[in-house]
T-cell receptor, first 115, second 114 residues
C-alpha cells in the first residue's frame, strides 16, 4: 500500500539552529511530493513541492527539501530556524495517473523552537 | 478569489444527529476532496470527486456521504454522528492543469460529537 512516514513525532530546536525534518515514502513509482505547514488552529499552507527535475527544491519561508530516490526520502531543511517556525509539518504525496485529489499524508512532526 | 471556503468553522453535535459540512471553491477546479485530521494521524482522505456527478471513497469513508452536483460545491454529510467522528475536517480542491496536483485547502471545520 502507498504510504508516507514521518519518523519524528516531535522535534525541539533552538532558535538559529539548523533543522531537518524527515519524510519517507513507499510508492511503486516516484510520487509527487509536498510539504505543508500548519500553525496551531490554522489551515494548511504549502511550503514546497517536487514533481521532477532538480532534486533540491526551494520553498517559501526559507525552507528547502531534497528528493533522494535511492532512499525514498524527501527531507525538509532550514539553515536557521526562527521562533515563528514553530508549527506542525506534514509531508504528503500523490501518485501519478488517476490519483488526482488523493493526497496521502504522513503523521506530522511538531516543531518546538526554544529561544 | 475566495479560494476554498468551509462552513461552519465550529460545530457541536449530539450522538445520532445529522449535519452537512459545506465546502465551496471559486477556482473552477475539477477535483475536490474531504480529509479529517486527528492527532498523531495526519490527514486522512474521506471522499473525493474528480468532477460534477463523480465521487469515490477514500481511506476512511464510513459514516460519511458526499455528492457533487456542481463544480463549485462538495458537501460532506454525517448521517448519524458518532463520538469517533470528532475531528477537524478539511476540504481541498485541485486541478491538473494548474500547479500539477497542488491542493488548496480550506480553513477547516472543528466538529465535536458528544
Amino acid at each position: 500500500a502507498q504510504s508516507v512516514t514521518q519518523p519524528d513525532i516531535h522535534i525541539t530546536v533552538s532558535e538559529g539552529a539548523s533543522l531537518e525534518l524527515r519524510c519517507n515514502y513507499s510508492y511503486g513509482a516516484t510520487p509527487y511530493l509536498f510539504w505543508y505547514v500548519q500553525s496551531p488552529g490554522q489551515g494548511l499552507q504549502l511550503l514546497l513541492k517536487y514533481f521532477s527535475g532538480d532534486t533540491l527544491v526551494q520553498g517559501i519561508k526559507g525552507f528547502e527539501a531534497e528528493f533522494k530516490r535511492s532512499q525514498s526520502s524527501f527531507n525538509l531543511r532550514k539553515p536557521s530556524v526562527h521562533w515563528s517556525d514553530a508549527a506542525e509539518y506534514f509531508c504528503a504525496a500523490i501518485a501519478g495517473g488517476t490519483s488526482y485529489g488523493k493526497l496521502t499524508f504522513g503523521q506530522g512532526t511538531i516543531l518546538t523552537v526554544h529561544p | 478569489n475566495a479560494g476554498v471556503t468551509q462552513t461552519p468553522k465550529f460545530q457541536v453535535l449530539k450522538t445520532g444527529q445529522s449535519m452537512t459540512l459545506q465546502c465551496a471553491q471559486d477556482m473552477n477546479h475539477e477535483y475536490m476532496s474531504w480529509y479529517r485530521q486527528d492527532p498523531g494521524m495526519g490527514l486522512r482522505l474521506i471522499h473525493y470527486s474528480v468532477g460534477a456527478g463523480i465521487t469515490d471513497q477514500g481511506e476512511v469513508p464510513n459514516g460519511y456521504n458526499v455528492s457533487r452536483s456542481t463544480t463549485e460545491d462538495f458537501p460532506l454529510r454525517l448521517l448519524s454522528a458518532a463520538p469517533s467522528q470528532t475531528s477537524v475536517y478539511f476540504c481541498a480542491s485541485s486541478s491538473p492543469g494548474q500547479g500539477l496536483h497542488e491542493q488548496y485547502f480550506g480553513p477547516g471545520t472543528r466538529l465535536t460529537v458528544t
